[in-house]
């Protein structure tokens, strides 16, 4: 497959770019280096229209050779949301893009700003998305008065998305972040949860490499536990009531799915296939009680980031959450870690998400069949 690609980014003006890197959707800081910018005006000889970032190629002219650069831009989906398709631009158009080089020395470029050469036209911009400001309303129920946790009577779709925070903290923690969870301040990092010591070190080891080491990013492995409920592109859980069991749809990473048992289950009755191996998803058991879905997971494994930010989790992890609408816009979530390998105690998290009705999970693949 990584063959394959080189091949596909090595036609279209003799481009040899075999050596670009590409991964699931990052930290900016990640792939390129803040501290180091550059313009470069060349005309495009290819347009990859894919996720997880969308890139241009441009050929850039110097004074005796002509030099092969990929410009990446945002996802398909944010792209389109802002109304820029693959056809805003040709092969053969000039343009000047300025942005971050690449920290691997490669030839690639952030497209911080592109603007049509000639025309002065800036493009491919994008702005951060916005909640709706649907109607206000009640709790939407079943006919036997539990709430439904989907879509209201007579809605089409819909999922949940926009959390009020997107930084998995202990209640009562203030620190500020960026939508990935990568601190604006590495001195706030002890406060961020009670963390075993070697849990810190390895927290901070992350946020100093901009997350680069991120599973998510750089291998497309599945997320779970509160991460999923903070991510991009939102979250569906589709209630499967005649077969006692909640799906968890993903829009981010891979169009990811997991379940959740209501039918009373223990934690060590799981599918074949289960085994007692350690899973991605551990095994969710959930039930009613009130208004509000308690989850109790077990049995994760460590493969993978249970959070935006790189907070560390073992095998002993244990996660409750809480799934309660709170009107009909408005589903509260909260989480209790219980993780005594990672965390010298159990803690806790809440936060906020926001319903978009009568609309399906944006389409997004961690890599879009790349390798």
């Known amino acids: 497959m990584k063959n394959a690609l080189c091949r596909l980014l090595c036609v279209g003006g003799g481009l040899f770019l075999c050596t670009m890197s590409v991964s699931a959707h990052h930290v900016l800081a990640a792939k390129f280096n803040p501290a180091r910018s550059i313009t470069l005006t060349g005309s495009i000889s290819k347009i990859d229209w894919l996720n997880p970032h969308v890139h241009l190629l441009i050929e850039v002219q110097g004074a005796a050779t002509v030099t092969n650069w990929a410009v990446e831009l945002e996802s398909t989906v944010d792209l389109r949301r802002n109304g820029w398709t693959p056809d805003t631009v040709k092969i053969g158009d000039s343009i000047t893009v300025t942005g971050f080089v690449a920290r691997n020395g490669t030839k690639q470029v952030s497209g911080n700003t592109v603007v049509v050469a000639g025309t002065g036209r800036k493009i491919f911009t994008v702005t951060p998305a916005q909640p709706p400001k649907n109607p206000p309303g009640p709790v939407p129920r079943w006919p036997d008065g539990q709430p439904r946790l989907g879509s209201a009577p007579g809605q089409i779709g819909g999922y949940w998305d926009f959390p009020s925070q997107t930084t ?204």
Not at 266 to 291: F, I, M, S, V
């Open 168 to 371: 998995l903290v202990e209640q009562g923690v203030n620190v500020d972040a960026d939508e990935n969870g990568l601190l604006r301040n590495i001195a706030d990092a002890g406060k961020v949860a009670p963390f075993q010591p070697w849990a810190r070190d390895l927290y901070v080891y992350r946020q100093r490499n901009f997350l680069k080491d991120d599973p998510m990013f750089i291998q497309c492995k599945p997320q779970a536990g509160p991460r999923i409920f903070q991510a991009r592109y939102g979250v569906v859980l589709l209630e499967e009531r005649p077969f006692n069991r909640v799906r968890v749809l993903m829009g981010g990473g891979n169009q990811n799915w997991s379940l959740i048992y209501l039918d009373g289950r223990t934690q060590d009755h799981g599918t074949p296939e289960e085994a007692d191996n350690p899973l991605y998803w551990g095994r969710a058991r959930g039930k009613w009680e009130g208004d509000t879905l308690v989850v109790d997971t077990r049995g994760f494994n460590d493969a993978f980031w249970f959070s935006n930010g790189g907070l560390p989790h073992t095998q002993e992890l244990h996660l409750i959450e809480r799934f309660t609408r709170t009107d009909a816009n408005t589903l509260r979530y909260e989480v209790t870690i219980d993780d005594p390998g990672a965390y010298t105690r159990t803690w806790t998290s809440s936060w906020n998400l926001t319903r978009v009705p009568n609309a399906d999970l944006p389409v997004y693949y961690c890599q879009d069949n790349r390798p």
